[in-house]
């Protein structure tokens, strides 16, 4: 089985910064895409940004210059570094990995992790 862990949510005044992780782990054979996504109280969940396996990286409208996604590879973990955050940037934010496995048959599919809450005070 594969697990995704994040961790780096917590509360921040406006304006701070807070750095997410989220590594994967488990029967991996390979990693395409990895993203993140986040809920707000009462709201559906939106995308933030994604990067491909060569470091592609794409960012919804909103967050181009505050948010940096990135990832190591060697430690199949992604990031999200979040700067100039704004109380409205408050959510429960979800990691995600298109991950491929081999056990006597061939998988691909999109695994989540379990949410980090990111609490953005004014």
């Known amino acids: 089985q594969v697990q995704l862990v994040e961790s780096g949510g917590g509360l921040v005044q406006a304006g701070g910064s807070l750095r997410l992780s989220c590594a994967a782990s488990?029967?991996?054979?390979?990693?395409?895409?990895m993203g993140w996504y986040r809920q707000a109280p009462g709201k559906q969940r939106e995308w933030v940004a994604d990067?491909?396996?060569?470091?592609?990286?794409n960012y919804a409208d909103s967050k181009k210059g505050r948010f940096t996604i990135s990832r190591d590879n060697a430690k199949n973990t992604v990031y999200l570094q979040m700067n100039s955050l704004k109380p409205e940037d408050t959510a429960v934010y979800y990691c995600n990995a298109d991950i491929s496995q081999y056990d006597s048959t061939w998988t691909y599919r999109r695994y989540w992790g379990q949410g980090t809450q990111v609490t953005v005070s004014s």
């Open positions: 990067i491909s396996s060569g470091g592609t990286t």
């Open positions: 488990g029967s991996i054979f390979s990693i395409d895409s």
